[in-house]
């Protein structure tokens, strides 16, 4: 039996954290509702970072903020640390909002026009303060350090990326020996289920935007020009059929070919045809034989259509990959915590993507989710993460913050 799991099963007072945590449910429910009502989004997340330092203002913890991004790391040090090595955790939560126009009708709702917490990172945060307060009055305790990561631009801009360049990750002076995320889920998860998996947890995301080149001229003869518009149509059927050829059935991908454009008039052949795509995987095996192939299809189809593509094609964040015994730390964690009724070890991933996948490529740790679907929502059809009309349910952010404390001080135990 590892380290790992052996601290999963030491005995350690778990209610007196969900206690301590259920004292907290209002306070953390007016921060995020404060953070909802002013969502931001990017990486310059100023209003958001201000109300990240006063809640946590006056816990004993040594702040920084980012260079880069308005992120704010805070390192909580442990009173039961001994010897040369000071053993650390660390805990993540996203602070950045989407660019959607809120459709909820919720007296909190955001004053921002365009910009919505529709994902959930408002509970992040206020999960991680809650998470914050239960280990600070336990400070005396821990045999260890804890480094709180509020994350920017976690909505495509990788912010985690930058803050790991930035050294979050050695913020306590010793490189972090694991790393956790939380993530809320407004639909198809019971509200308060607990999940996560070993192994692939998230999917690798790529985006690729093509222009196809040909010659422009009048539609009643085709025959004098090099129409673009077939080979896009060309293209994004043949698409469809290398990934279904390409790749194995039990390693799957997914290419969405999300816009397509062409043309002006109904007489008159265009210049250029264009598309762009977003692309999934679940290893790195499939991401890199989806991408060799999506080239190959493209230029292919183009040179059998008389036509030129240029090929725009982003890596934008790798495979989000639980270590095994950590995902097996964490469910444990949860099942002590929770009960096994409120727990489950996912069977498959998730085709998302998250960038907390930059972290978990340099040190061991696990992305878990967290139900918080308002049990008024039928789980099969509530608007999901992303949606104008998602709603999270406020009565979680005491699990999430015990959660996140307990897998700190356990894994800390187990050191």
Known sequence: MSAVMKGAIRTIPAMSLRDDAADLRHELTELRRALHREPETGLELPRTQEKVLAALDGLPLEIGTGRGLSSVTAVLRGGKASGERRPAVLLRADMDALPVQEDTGLDYASRIPGRMHACGHDLHVAGLVGAARLLAARRAELPGDVVLMFQPGEEGMGGAKIMVDEGVLDAAGERVSAAYALHVFSTALPRGMVVTRPGPMMAASDEAHVVIRGKGGHGSSPHGAKDPVPALGAMINALQ???????????????????????????????????????????????????????????????????????????????????????????????????????????????????????????????????????????????????????????????????????????????
């Open 241 to 415: 059929t290398m990934v279904t050829r390409d790749l194995d059935v039990f390693d799957p991908a997914v290419v969405t070919v999300g816009s397509a454009h062409a043309g002006t008039a109904a007489n008159v052949i265009p210049e250029t045809a264009e598309l762009t795509a977003t692309i999934r995987s679940f290893s790195e095996d499939a991401h890199g034989r989806v991408r060799a192939g999506f080239e190959r299809v493209v230029h292919g189809v183009a040179a059998a259509h008389g036509v030129t593509a240029d090929v725009d094609y982003r890596e934008q964040y790798p495979v989000t990959v639980n270590t095994p015994d950590e995902a097996a730390f964490a469910l444990a964690t949860a099942r002590d915590v929770f009960g096994g009724d409120r727990v489950l070890e996912a069977p498959r991933p998730v085709a998302g993507s998250e960038d907390f996948s930059f972290v978990l490529q340099r040190v061991p740790g696990a992305f878990v989710c967290l139900g918080a679907c308002p049990p008024d929502r039928d789980l099969a059809t509530a608007p999901m993460n992303h949606s104008p009309q998602a709603v999270y349910d406020d009565s979680v952010l005491p699990d999430a913050a015990a959660l996140l404390a307990e897998l700190a001080v356990r894994r800390l135990e187990a050191e």
